[in-house]
């Protein structure tokens, strides 16, 4: 079976679907006898009911169960020879390990094992041996496995474009021309969901999925260099690699809002994964606060920081984001920890507790959270009193030693710590906590973390693996949490570039700090736009490390005109345009919401969206959407309107225009009036 040319390729193409159609109707046979079986079981139990003792039952319930689970897992099966049968494989690299004949490895999305000839005719590219297939071109090569690396010559590479069981092209690489398939994906028009990459799976992306030792992995990518999907396949390929220990309901991602979540929603399911959890950071916030407190978003603290100036609010948010903050709430509670707890000798009846045990108890619990040991404390005394008198307590004795503990620590609350902080600081102006209990968003994970560490929270231990996305847009403090409940491997990604609030981001460096043991991947090839794209972006945030994929199209356009209701009509036009095109997705994307909501009110068309704060879904077509909606997202067309000097003009603003024009794949187009931003005309 050596599959030499062409024409042995499309016939060896012939055998495997015909193969998968045979592999199908077997699973469909087993289905229907499990079906059969548990019915009749049911059945039997039903009419036998009443002759059966308990443990009869429990034992044919278990049997049930066990049906009905192998049941699901043949459905399962179903579902991906079904996609294989689509698209059986993508790639192919014959190999010769030293000292054998060369055979051919077909490469696919999941494996595919022949029981007739009991051969695997298809690798899941996740496979160990598969890894040669990003890894190497022709000549020396090898691979790890858990007995040791296998080392040999590829003889052979091709790779393969099927779909709806037809061959579209096959390419033989006896040079590099990796990147032709690549070229060929990366023009094509978005889809409203992002897919995923695994034929195209390049040598550096391929390290970080495959990494096994990392328990933090960090990775630093530029726009569009493909952070996102990576961490989604190495998602995939750690659920495949640990597959006995790790589920995917093991997996948490947080990620920065709904319309994300949604449009990720696809990777995994396509690569045969279920779906993982997702949880935003602002809900895992009212998870973990007293639901007493009402909470500033994110969302909201970057719209009230580009709606207006207010240097105080800055600056509370600027030091808050700080590593200094963080170090300086890990001196107050050592302050808490010697100096609150007041002892005095304690009366029981005639018995008295001496200060000196009191403060030794309360020392030799020094691992349990603070707030937590005073029960711990009581109940030595209770102890200490039973034993002096040699009698029982009453149950008076008992509540009033429980109530007299706490009772020596200066403060009950966790909230009055954290204004007691502030005091201790120096700085009581820089918390602004209202009477109605009203937190600022830079508050919410400050006093998160004084809980966590006071009380102790145990919320996510199920966790075992934690995905962070834009990592640049949370805070030390946010990592001091996320570190702390989540003891679990973690994959932590972003760019500083795309920091929605240039006061409170964080770069790799500042995370590494937190995680003093991860490993940090940067990534400097851009995927997502053409070199025009991406060379105007640079002109908004410079960044001489870029490396744009070698793609062009058409150069970016800036054009102004008279007043707004001209920009819009022209907008009008564009989108007229665009819906006659090929196109697939044209983002309209604004600084703020309040500018997406106008345009989208003077624009209303059939077929246009606004995607706002609450939307859950990404949908084809036109969306209007603010910059901070639109991070993560991608458009084939994006236009930017409004550049002009009055809307972008603080560093905020600044970032925001970089994130709206590096969602653009393919065409981008800014429209003004009045004077352009100064961020384009330097
Ligand atoms: N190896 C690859 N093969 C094909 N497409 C790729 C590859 N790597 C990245 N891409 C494509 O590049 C685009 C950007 O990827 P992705 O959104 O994961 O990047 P990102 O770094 O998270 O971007 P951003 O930070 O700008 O949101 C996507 O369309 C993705 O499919």
Request: glycine share 4%; aromatic share 10%; net charge neutral.
């Amino acid at each position: 079976m050596m599959n030499v040319t062409e024409q042995e390729e499309k016939e060896y193409l012939e055998e495997i679907k015909e193969q998968l159609t045979l592999a199908i109707r077997r699973v469909d046979d087993a289905v229907r006898q499990f079906s059969d079986e548990l019915r009749q079981k049911k059945q039997y139990i039903h009419e036998h009911q009443s002759g059966m003792d308990e443990a009869d039952m429990v034992a044919a319930g278990q049997s049930i169960n066990r049906m009905a689970f192998t049941g699901e897992g043949a459905v399962a099966r179903k579902r991906k020879l079904l996609k294989l049968g689509q698209s059986p494989y993508f790639g192919r690299i014959d190999f010769a390990a030293r000292g054998q004949a060369a055979a051919p490895v077909y490469i696919g999305v999941h494996s595919f094992f022949d029981e007739q000839q009991r051969l695997n005719r298809i690798y899941d590219w996740r496979a160990p041996i598969s890894s040669m297939f990003y890894d190497f071109e022709l000549g020396d090569a090898f691979y790890a496995t858990p007995s040791g690396r296998i080392q040999g010559q590829i003889e052979r590479k091709r790779q393969y474009k099927i779909r709806d069981g037809r061959m579209e092209f096959m390419l033989e690489n006896d040079v590099n021309i990796h990147d032709d398939v690549l070229q060929r994906e990366l023009a094509k028009s978005s889809d409203d969901k992002m897919r995923n990459i695994v034929a195209t799976i390049q040598r550096d992306q391929n390290a970080v999925i495959r990494n096994e030792d990392a328990s933090v992995m960090v990775i630093q990518g530029v726009a569009g260099s493909g952070k996102t999907s990576i961490a989604l396949h190495r998602i995939a390929f750690l659920l495949y690699r640990y597959r006995e220990t790790i589920a995917a309901k093991d997996v948490l991602i947080i990620s920065p809002n709904k319309v994300f979540a949604d449009y990720i929603s696809n990777v995994l399911p396509e690569l045969g994964e279920e779906h993982i959890p997702e949880l935003g950071m602002d809900e895992l916030a009212a998870d973990l606060l007293d639901p007493r407190f009402r909470f500033q978003t994110f969302f909201e603290q970057v719209t009230a920081l580009l709606e207006h100036h207010d240097a105080a609010f800055i600056e509370r948010i600027r030091f808050k984001s700080s590593f200094e903050f963080l170090s300086q709430l890990n001196q107050y509670l050592i302050y808490v920890e010697n100096t609150y707890f007041t002892v005095k000798e304690l009366r029981v009846g005639s018995t008295v507790v001496p200060a000196p045990f009191l403060l030794a108890r309360f020392k030799a619990y020094h691992r349990v959270p603070l707030l937590k040991r005073f029960p711990l404390v009581a109940n030595d005394v209770r102890d200490f009193v039973r034993d002096a008198t040699r009698r029982k307590l009453t149950g008076q004795e008992k509540s009033s030693i429980g109530e007299a503990i706490p009772r020596m620590f200066r403060f009950q609350q966790v909230p009055e710590l954290y204004r007691d902080f502030y005091r201790w600081l120096g700085k009581p102006e820089l918390l602004k906590l209202d009477q109605r209990q009203y937190l600022e968003y830079a508050d919410v994970f400050a006093l998160i973390y004084l809980r966590l560490r006071l009380e102790g929270i145990t919320a996510y231990e199920h966790v075992k693996h934690l995905l962070v996305d834009e990592m640049q847009d949370y805070t030390p403090v946010q990592y001091a949490v996320l570190s702390r409940l989540f003891t679990c491997r973690k994959t932590i990604l972003g760019d500083v570039s795309q920091m929605v609030n240039p006061y409170s981001s964080s770069s790799a460096e500042t995370i590494e700090r937190v995680f003093p043991q991860a490993d940090v991947v940067k990534l400097f090839r851009s995927y997502r736009s053409t070199v025009e794209i991406t060379a105007f972006a640079q002109r908004i945030t410079p960044n001489p490390n870029i490396l744009p994929l070698d793609r062009h199209g058409r150069e970016p356009v800036v054009a102004r005109y008279a007043g707004p209701a001209e920009e819009l009509a022209a907008i009008r036009g564009m989108i007229a345009e665009f819906q006659r095109s090929a196109s697939h997705s044209l983002g309209i994307i604004c600084k703020t919401l309040r500018q997406a909501e106008q345009a989208y009110q003077a624009l209303q068309a059939p077929g246009v969206h606004l995607l706002t704060a609450e939307s859950t879904t990404f949908k084809e077509g036109v969306i209007i959407t603010s910059a901070h909606l639109a991070k993560g997202l991608e458009f084939d067309e994006v236009i930017v309107p409004f550049a002009s000097a009055r809307t972008y003009k603080t560093d905020v603003d600044r970032s925001m225009l970089y994130v709206a024009c590096t969602r653009a794949m393919h065409q981008l187009t800014l429209t003004y009036s009045g004077e352009l931003t100064s961020f384009l005309t330097a």
